[in-house]
């Protein structure tokens, strides 16, 4: 009996690990197709951005949203890394925080993390770095604005971050941020008309107004690159859900089954001693 006690024990808790797995896995798909909608209607905006720039550019450097008197105050690289915030993004964090340093130089780069977990990962390693931001629980109108600013002290900027391939599929990336502001720039086909100060007045400046759409652009490409590396952590969350799921399943079934057996056992057994008893019975008498 207490075999079977304790078979219902773990029959039970193992079913509560499918049903919280299969609730997991749930919410992870929901926020993959919500975050997928969600970069879609920002690359509509980003599209309207960069026919205005392209019609006024005043020559082809991106200056970060620089005006022409404020060049960049640190002549050193701008590592921006994007983790996760919690623990259960898998191996893959620790993934792109190696491949980061293989890169890094304390005496050429400086480094702001978005995401707790990074950061954990870097302080253990005894590698520092000039500021900390959680990473945004909405996947949603986010302000970038204070790690723009950081961009913006910087000579270039580079961003580490974890990239969406497929449902099973997650990969780490490195990309230039003024590369990335560009190549999300060429799939927005040009507008023909110029727009210059002979025929439009600027206030207060070309440069002003160039770089307030700079920085427009930039703080939708940084989102941009933070819903991809949410994706990613997402698709990998639901990767994990669903093999925990399909493991814990595969456990209750065995379980399960062994359960069953058990409790046959005991019929069978109590079927005998009736049985025998009978026979005792009958030869008594």
């Given amino acids: 009996m207490s075999r079977i006690q304790e078979l219902e024990k773990q029959r039970e808790g193992i079913g509560a690990m499918v049903e919280i797995s299969s609730v997991f896995e749930g919410i992870a798909s929901m926020k993959i197709a919500k ?66 340093l293989e890169s890094y130089d304390p005496n050429k780069q400086d480094i702001i993390v978005i995401g707790h977990h990074g950061a954990v990962q870097l302080a253990q390693k005894g590698i520092s770095f000039k500021k900390y931001f959680k990473l945004p629980e909405k996947d949603q109108n986010i302000n970038v604005t204070p790690i723009t600013k950081y961009v913006t002290d910087y000579k270039t900027a580079v961003v580490y971050y974890q990239q969406y391939v497929s449902l099973m599929v997650q990969d780490v990336k490195r990309i230039e941020l003024s590369k990335a502001v560009a190549d999300q720039g060429k799939k927005t086909e040009s507008a023909d008309e110029i727009i210059s100060e002979a025929n439009y007045i600027f206030e207060p400046s070309a440069y002003a107004v160039v770089g307030h759409l700079e920085r427009s652009m930039m703080q939708i490409m940084i989102e941009q690159l933070i819903l991809d590396s949410k994706l990613a952590q997402y698709a990998s969350r639901f990767r994990a859900m669903s093999a925990s799921h399909q493991m814990a399943d595969e456990q209750f079934s065995d379980v399960t089954l062994r359960f069953n057996r058990a409790k046959r056992a005991v019929k069978d057994e109590r079927l005998k001693e009736i049985i025998n008893g009978l026979r005792k019975a009958a030869h008594a008498s």
């Fill in 35 to 100: 975050i997928k909608n969600q970069v879609l209607q920002a690359n509509e905006y980003f599209d309207a951005l960069w026919k205005i720039y392209t019609q006024l550019r005043i020559d082809s450097l991106f200056r970060f949203g620089r005006n022409e008197n404020n060049g960049a105050s640190i002549d050193k690289e701008l590592y921006i890394v994007i983790t996760a915030e919690g623990g259960f993004s898998g191996d893959i964090d620790q993934k792109l925080i190696r491949y980061m």
